[in-house]
């Protein structure tokens, strides 16, 4: 798609009704889904920013976020190969974990989609969502907004008025795809990304899916608002990986709800490294018997950067289990938000869930963690516990490592390597362990050390 | 080779050391017996630059080096090791890490990943642990035996010029006191000198010094050979206590 081609409307700030309909129209959407996204903008427009007033965003102050003054569509160069992306992506792509399809998002716009010939000979179909609307329109107006609704909260909303590129992955029944599937959402302009990702595993499936996030800085402030929508079929298996490592001009927003069938297992990471601010809605539904969700949680602040988490394990249905560790890192004067929620429906019998928060401040007074953990039980036979501890990397212990001739960086880098090696051994890939790995020393950096000194 | 003069040593405002001296040749192994609160701990720590004690007065060199101007990694690549009472725990990193990372530091170049193996292997065997011990995060659940092997494993890792043992010998039975003698004996050398700091005359059945001291409120009251520390045994440190106590008040 070369720019020339996007309606003006879309590449200029502020967002309205026609914008929505501009861009429904650019993207020949059948006619229900115009009327979805106007229904969107309808309830956005209606419904008032969030404020540090509301509980749900009580640690994280967006009252700087100016949405009208975004535009919202950003063009991006054609590609046919993956050598005609920018550099930066394909590093991106060649650090990354060993893909059997790969999408990358430039911008608004979708630049490549590969899928290995096996996997769409087995019926696995990957691609954008305006892509799979042309042959599998059914599947998508059964599911999309099935999890993340208009009405979840005001951003999305706005993605589900506005929402462009996005990813499509479906797993038919009893396909199971060794090899992980990745998407590269990757932002060089000012402005803003609605991306979208609806995966679907058929009864018996299994597929590892990683959401990537990275872009060039710029000094004006951009947007990222995203929704992910996992299904989980029957006895099915999803990995899936959210990474997001923006650059400091970029705010994120972002809800991932999954829903889990009957025997069906998730295993979701989320990682937050990047971005001014980042706000994370990650919530399991287990909605059938026999149902497993394991969620991990990795993030590193630092400078001025918030990180924020929310979380909800929702048992609806009996006999089933969640086990969610979220471990951060603090510097400087930054500020992290945990909020956890196990939520046992009645009837949910027999279920076991457990939610464990950790932070680990790096040798500084003013980088605060909050952490909120909850259990709302309504059934009575149920084994659930949280627990959550924030503490400073011990002076005793720093003092045991150096005492065997380890200098104090080496020995912090040990201390901050353990802290997260409790989620990152519990990640089955090599290149992405060894992403997280040197994002991790990055993190650690210079100016650390003189600040525990 | 350690030469410790007039040492003076504070934690909070409270003196812990008054004036301490001591001085360790090459090849020597010293004993410093002396009851609860009588500093052992303290000087042991603070020796190895521990960050919750203060120096207020004295000088401690090491191989001829001012050691309050080293930072705690800087003495052990010097060859001190300190043998710690209670080693911290530290979640997510494994005892093969942790050595590969201390060992590769205090010899300042890179072993290769064989003959780390080989070299941790090797004395495994001797401290008489399971191979599996080496994945485990380092004193994570460890018990009191297993913590002290660990130490001594350490030192024979190491190979250091002088180790400090802070009461190694406390908690643990018979059989493991064997082995953790084993392993210090296993270093004994005319370039291998120690420091063992304990309750109890009973690991020096094992562990035969040169040198022993009694300590009492801060200092050393009185030195003499490995029978001192069987009439110490003999007699109690009450005895210690009337004999010396008073020579402690000033």
Same mark, same amino acid.
């Given at each position: 798609m070369s720019p020339n081609n996007v309606p003006e409307i879309l590449r200029s700030k502020g967002i309205s009704a026609e914008t929505v309909e501009a861009l429904s129209s650019f993207k020949n959407e059948p006619g229900w889904l115009t009327e979805k996204r106007l229904e969107a903008w309808d309830f956005f427009e209606k419904i008032p920013m969030p404020t540090l007033r509301d509980e749900a965003w009580?640690?994280?102050?967006?009252?700087?976020?100016?949405? &009208? &003054? #975004?535009?919202p569509y950003a063009p991006s160069p054609d590609a046919t190969s993956e050598k005609d992306l920018p550099e930066a992506v394909q590093t991106l792509i060649k650090e990354g974990e060993e893909n059997s399809a790969l999408l990358v998002q430039h911008n608004s716009e979708t630049a490549l989609v590969r899928v290995a010939e096996e996997l769409s000979r087995k019926g696995v179909v990957f691609t954008d969502l305006h892509t799979a609307l042309k042959e599998h329109e059914g599947l998508i107006k059964e599911k #999309?907004?099935? #999890?993340?609704?208009?009405?979840?909260d005001k951003f999305a909303a706005l993605n589900a008025a506005v929402n462009s590129g996005g990813s499509f992955l479906y797993v038919p029944r009893g396909v199971e795809v060794d090899v992980p599937i990745q998407s590269y959402y990757w932002l060089d302009v000012v402005g803003s990304i609605m991306p979208r990702t609806l995966v679907v595993l058929d009864e018996g499936a299994s597929v590892t899916y990683i959401d990537e996030y990275a872009s060039a800085y710029h000094e004006e402030p951009a947007l990222s608002n995203g929704a992910v929508e996992l299904y989980v079929g029957q006895g099915a298996h999803l990995r899936y990986v959210s990474l997001q490592n923006w650059e400091r001009n970029v705010l994120h927003f972002n809800t991932i709800r999954s829903s889990t069938g009957k025997d069906a297992t998730i295993n979701s990471l989320v990682v937050s490294l990047g971005s001014q601010l980042s706000r994370t809605n990650v919530e399991a539904g287990l909605v059938a018997e026999g149902s497993d969700s394991e969620m991990l949680g990795m993030y590193f602040a630092d400078s001025d950067q918030l990180l924020d988490h929310h979380t909800l394990q929702d048992h609806i249905s009996s006999n089933a289990h969640s086990d969610l560790l979220y471990k951060g890192a603090l510097r400087d004067e930054s500020l992290a938000v945990f909020s956890g929620l196990i939520r046992v429906e009645p009837g949910a019998q027999k279920t076991d869930a457990y939610q464990t928060n950790r932070n680990l401040i790096l040798g500084t007074d003013e980088a605060m963690a909050v952490s909120l953990p909850n259990l709302e039980i309504m059934a009575d036979d149920v084994k659930c516990s949280h627990g959550s501890t924030t503490g400073q990397v011990d002076d005793v212990e720093l003092f045991y490592l150096m005492s065997r001739g380890i200098p104090r960086k080496e020995a912090e880098k040990l201390v901050v390597f353990g802290f997260f090696g409790e989620v990152t051994s519990r990640v089955p890939f090599k290149g992405l362990k060894h992403k997280l790995d040197r994002a991790i020393e990055g993190k650690i950096g210079l100016g650390f050390e003189e600040r525990v000194a | 080779m350690l030469k410790i003069e007039n040492l003076h040593v504070e934690i909070d405002g409270n003196?812990?050391?008054?004036?301490l001296s001591l001085e360790v040749g090459e090849g020597e192994i010293h004993a410093i017996m002396g009851p609860n609160g009588s500093g052992k701990s303290t000087l042991s720590n603070v020796l190895m630059g521990h960050p919750r004690y203060e120096v207020t007065e004295g000088t401690v060199t090491f191989m001829g080096q001012d050691v309050f101007e080293l930072e705690p990694d800087e003495r052990a690549k010097l060859g001190m090791f300190l043998a710690f009472q209670y080693p911290s725990e530290v979640p997510g990193v494994s005892v093969a890490n942790f050595l590969r990372t201390a060992v590769n530091s205090v010899r300042e170049e890179e072993l290769s990943p064989m003959e780390m193996y080989r070299l941790l292997q090797e004395k495994m065997q001797i401290m008489q642990m399971d191979p599996k011990f080496a994945e485990r995060y380092l004193n994570e659940g460890f018990s009191g035996g297993e913590k002290k092997r660990n130490e001594i494993l350490q030192m024979l890792m190491l190979q250091p010029k002088l180790a400090i043992m802070d009461e190694t010998d406390s908690g643990l039975d018979i059989d493991a006191l064997q082995v953790v003698a084993r392993g210090v004996n296993e270093m004994r050398g005319p370039e291998f000198s120690a420091v063992l700091i304990t309750h109890y005359q009973r690991i020096l059945r094992y562990i035969e010094p040169d040198h022993v001291h009694v300590m009492l409120d801060g200092r050393i009251v009185t030195s003499g050979s490995k029978e001192l520390a069987e009439e110490l045994e003999e007699k109690g440190y009450d005895w210690v206590r009337q004999e010396f106590g008073s020579a402690t008040k000033s």
């Open positions: 009580r640690y994280t102050d967006i009252s700087d976020v100016r949405v &009208e &003054e #975004l535009a #999309l907004f099935g #999890l993340v609704p208009m009405d979840y | 003196e812990i050391i008054k004036g």
